[in-house]
């Protein structure tokens, strides 16, 4: 994607996987513009990654795509700030969880296209999550485009906006939820009197590799399940008491918590007016 340049406004963690991706990916320094609200954190991202830190409005000039990583709180401030002076063969990208595209729109000039895009932080490591959807002026050309730059971090998949709260929610909250678990498959070895080391050791690799597997066999994860549950044994016992303990409607509620929280993001952002 040569002929186009990339702003990510609000250069933070996630905006900074991005960024980070986008260079891994085969774009030169020169394509890429970063923002940050702190003058630190601009030169430390031109130390780490080479690219040239701007101002907002200077971004707004000189990109084609505008990639907003900002947290969703600070979104409506930025917009007050340069939203009006985008012009209007710009496509913007919006990393806001819970805000919609009309969020944006609303505060862009007639006409901007807007894409929705909700990833994860396994773009670290190229394999993300990522999720797109357009908003009322994008076109199938805007959505290729934006697939160009997330498809390098991982998968892309396009969905309908009205989904994106519950992806947020499954995907991009995700690897909390895993980390937590395997966090407590540590303790619990630990427990059972295995070394710390060991024990990580241990639950980090049992999880990747039943990640790739759940991947790559195209097999559902209840048949892979069963094919580790031999009847009255260890792992029969251990699901057990899971289900016992209500794993599943756990999940259920923790989801549901999240996608809710989106959905007050937006309501608190839109009441701010």
């Not at 862009?108 to 797109?132: E, K, S």
């Not at 485009?145 to 998949?157: A, V, Y």
Request: glycine share 8%; charged share 20%.
């Amino acid at each position: 994607m040569t002929k186009h340049s990339v702003a990510v406004i609000g250069a933070g963690k996630l905006g900074e996987l991005v960024l980070a991706g986008l260079l891994r990916s085969g774009w030169t320094p020169q394509q890429v513009l970063a923002t940050a609200r702190r003058p630190e954190r601009a030169a430390e991202l031109a130390e780490r990654h080479g690219i040239r830190p701007v101002l907002n409005l200077t971004a707004v000039t000189q990109a084609d795509v505008l990639l907003i990583a900002v947290k969703p709180q600070d979104a409506g401030a930025l917009l007050d700030d340069f939203g009006m002076k985008v012009p209007p063969d710009t496509l913007v990208v919006s990393l806001c969880a819970g805000l919609p595209t009309s969020f944006f729109s609303e505060r862009l000039p007639g006409g901007i296209p807007v894409v929705r895009v909700m990833t994860n932080t396994p773009a670290r490591v190229d394999q993300a999550m990522t999720a797109i959807s357009p908003g009322p002026y994008a076109t199938d050309e805007h959505l290729a485009i934006t697939e160009e730059i997330f498809q390098p971090l991982g998968r892309t998949l396009r969905v309908p906006e009205s989904q994106q709260d519950a992806v947020t929610a499954l995907s991009g909250s995700g690897p909390a939820y895993f980390y937590l678990l395997v966090e407590a498959m540590v303790d619990a070895g630990i427990l059972l009197g295995l070394p710390r080391n060991v024990a990580h050791e241990l639950a980090v690799q049992t999880a990747v590799g039943s990640a790739v597997m759940l991947r790559d066999s195209g097999e559902h994860p209840v048949k892979l399940r069963e094919s580790v549950t031999s009847p009255g044994g260890t792992t029969a016992s251990a699901l057990r008491e899971l289900e016992t303990h209500g794993l599943r409607a756990a999940f259920l509620t923790a989801l549901e918590a999240a996608r809710n929280r989106a959905r007050e993001i937006a309501t608190e952002m839109t009441a701010k007016g």
